[in-house]
T-cell receptor, first 115, second 113 residues
Framework: DAGVIQSPRHEVTEMGQEVTLRCKPISGHDYLFWYRQTMMRGLELLIYFNNNVPIDDSGMPEDRFSAKMPNASFSTLKIQPSEPRDSAVYFC?????????????FGSGTRLTVV | DAKTTQPNSMESNEEEPVHLPCNHSTISGTDYIHWYRQLPSQGPEYVIHGLTSNVNNRMASLAIAEDRKSSTLILHRATLRDAAVYYCILCRQSWAGSYQLTFGKGTKLSVIP
């Protein structure tokens, strides 16, 4: 398996623009998580899905952030409009309840810079 | 959520064992102890987890105190590739079986050649 695949690896955008981050989880995994990492706040859970349904989005900072999972093999995290304080590394992770001894598998992340 | 306390940083010589401590004095009976690590410029990576008994896998060993208020991640022979931030996390499973990992600041391990 290729693991959790995120795209793009790096994104530089201007303030006010829409940004879409993409994630392909491991096939067969039924949980998908979006995290954000900054120096100040560390790793923060933004939202997670179970079987494509959002379960807890209490970590989403504000209405400018939205996440979707239209099918089991794809999820997006969208920021509209983007602001400089959104600059961070965004990680997607997936896991399987049936194989929860394996823990989460994280992608390599998308480094977002908003100028 | 119960919290964990880890040293900010530790150093180890290459090819020597490393013991990374974690205190979790408010752990509840159903909390699992998870360890992840994050290598530079990469996403976190699962290392090991346990509930009450000590656990071993190909990456590391986890020693859990009898009262479960502390645990130690043991890397038997540190290599340069083990230099990373190590996170000790308590994981509480909900009735639905889903679980969420809340990351703290972790311990930054440096390995000296």
């Amino acid at each position: 398996d290729a693991g959790v695949i995120q795209s793009p690896r790096h994104e530089v955008t201007e303030m006010g623009q829409e940004v879409t981050l993409r994630c392909k989880p491991i096939s067969g995994h039924d949980y998908l998580f979006w995290y954000r990492q900054t120096m100040m706040r560390g790793l923060e859970l933004l939202i997670y899905f179970n079987n494509n349904v959002p379960i807890d989005d209490s970590g989403m900072p504000e209405d400018r952030f939205s996440a979707k999972m239209p099918n089991a093999s794809f999820s997006t995290l969208k920021i509209q409009p983007s602001e400089p304080r959104d600059s961070a590394v965004y990680f997607c992770a997936s896991s399987s309840y049936r194989d929860r001894d394996g823990g989460y598998t994280f992608g390599s992340g998308t480094r977002l810079t908003v100028v | 959520d119960a919290k964990t306390t880890q040293p900010n940083s530790m150093e180890s010589n290459e090819e020597e064992p490393v013991h990374l401590p974690c205190n979790h004095s408010t752990i509840s009976g159903t909390d699992y102890i998870h360890w992840y690590r994050q290598l530079p410029s990469q996403g976190p990576e699962y290392v090991i987890h346990g509930l009450t008994s000590n656990v071993n896998n190909r990456m590391a060993s986890l020693a859990i105190a009898e009262d479960r208020k502390s645990s130690t991640l043991i890397l038997h022979r540190a290599t340069l590739r083990d230099a990373a931030v190590y996170y000790c996390i308590l994981c509480r499973q909900s009735w639905a079986g889903s679980y969420q990992l809340t990351f703290g600041k972790g311990t930054k391990l440096s390995v000296i050649p």
